[in-house]
């Protein structure tokens, strides 16, 4: 490569990275660190929550600073832990956007009391409203992100602190329990080679949900199709840690054992007619190979009074992986567009 040409290759390389750099053109300013109270830990928090079965702590970590969006996110499961979402660390900080990792009560980064009572959706909302609170997030700012469990959880939390929002994201998550197990019935269990279904289906009505035998059909039968398109030993790294981290128990109280339909506490969970009492700007994420059903979160977006929709035509249920620039390129759009427009 000639000289001439090495020079125009570093504008051009320059140029690109300042179209997505933050708003203000400033690395210095994103990554300033004055006046926060979390430079010791490198944005790390452990925040005090109080619960019916006494005060815990619940782990969150900034990245960023944007004085008017800020993220917090919102892990699935339950149970889960925030690991797996790590893939916005690729994208949100080129975008300038400030966000909160964070592990809800009972998951691995977090306290992990042994309070069944805990486990239940009003008493997490009320730990999300603490988090936000402690974090001094607020409706100048706040932007709520949910994926699957999460995104059931920031429907909820949208009903009941709207005021609090700016922006609400709700990602591969259907409005109702019984309408993703009617799609998992009659769409993605045919989908299964018989003889495996049968199987999974026998282990499941004997709870033998240890048995080794269990994950060997649901992986390549379901979770490779489904959850994240690819063989499972070539997921990412932090999928494998948060599946490894899983709080078995509250997964299994909550959701029951299985992608392949609900059976545990939000079994009978259905906000379909309550999305129209939710005004903020709302996008809501589905994908074609979703476990959930792509159409029904497409109807979700235009029942919300400020609702949008983002198709991942190649994405699963991790569309943040296998449609990630298509997943990452609409999230931040919405984001900036709320953030300019308030739309």
Known sequence: MTRHWRAVALCLLLLGCAREAPPDNSLAAYFDITGRDDVLAGGVRMIPIETPKGSFRVWTKRTGNNPTIKVLLLHGGPGATHEYLE???????????EYYYYDQLGSAYSDQPN?????????FVDEVEQVRSAL??????????GQSWGGLLAIEYALAHPQNLKGLVVSNMMASIPAYNEYAKNVLMP??????LAEILALEQAKDYENPRYMELLVPNHYEKHILRRPADQWPDPVHRAFDALNFDLYLRMQGPSELGASGKIERWDRTADLKTIKMPTLVIGARYDTMDPKHM??????????????????SHMAFYDDQATYFKGLIEFLRKVDSTGQ
């Open 115 to 123: 309070e069944p009572e805990l486990w239940d959706i009003a008493r």
């Open 136 to 145: 001094g997030l607020s409706t100048d700012n706040f932007y709520l992100y």
């Open 298 to 315: 497409e109807w979700m977006a235009g029942q919300f009074p400020n609702g949008s929709y983002l198709y991942c035509p190649e994405g």
């Open 87 to 97: 893939a916005f660390d690729s994208y949100l900080p080129a975008a300038g956007i």
């Open 191 to 196: 989908e299964i080679d018989p003889a495996a």
